[in-house]
């Protein structure tokens, strides 16, 4: 069975190449021509489940599995914005650094230094024995300038609780344990285990 990663995100396949280790992990523009998928749901898991069974659908090999990701960071005092649209919150098509930086401003256009930012991920699971969604969060401050390099999308600007720098400065590891999606992919993990 393998793992096909229904995302077109190289952030996301980074890290589930890295912290999938015991199956095969491929994306699904490796097996297929890459296509639009239209996320129309309003909630994290209805995106996450339309991304797999889109996947699936088209899969030549119904005995493998589909993985996809929706996630976000929602900040409280913006009304949990962007959250399901922070791929898109600086327009349709907008690039992770213009996405970063309107946050910044916008944030900046609140008058505070950091404020409580978090993180969700919905990981959905599509195969012969049916559709699955796990959840994971990671809760910390979105600061209003961005540091370091690792990692991808808001982490320059995001530093979780119980440290003192952000994703972006802080080892990939950090991510793999504590983040929302390598909780939610800790949740997936059993599930595919039990199904193999
Ligand atoms: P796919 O739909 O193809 O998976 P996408 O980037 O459009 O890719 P989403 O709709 O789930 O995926 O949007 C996720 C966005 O949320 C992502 O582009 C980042 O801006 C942000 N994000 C999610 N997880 C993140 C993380 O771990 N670190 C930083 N930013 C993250």
Redesign the pocket.
Known sequence: MKIVL????Q??VK?FRSWISEYEVVAYSDIMEPFE?E?TGST?KE??LI?ARAVYEKLSDKNDMVL??????SVPLLGGA?G?Y????AGVGAT?EA??NKLIATLKEQGVSKTPAF?T?AIALVCAKGEFCVHGWMHGNAIMEARGHN?????PM?MPYGYDKT?GELDESV?KAF???GRALELAHIIINSLK
């Open positions: 229904a995302t077109s995100n952030g996301k890290e998928i996320e994290f995106n996450a991304k996809s990701d929706d996630s976000g960071i962007p399901i922070s791929a898109r919150y992770s996405n970063l993180y991920a990692g991808f999308g808001y982490d995001f994703l991510k983040s929302h999606r």
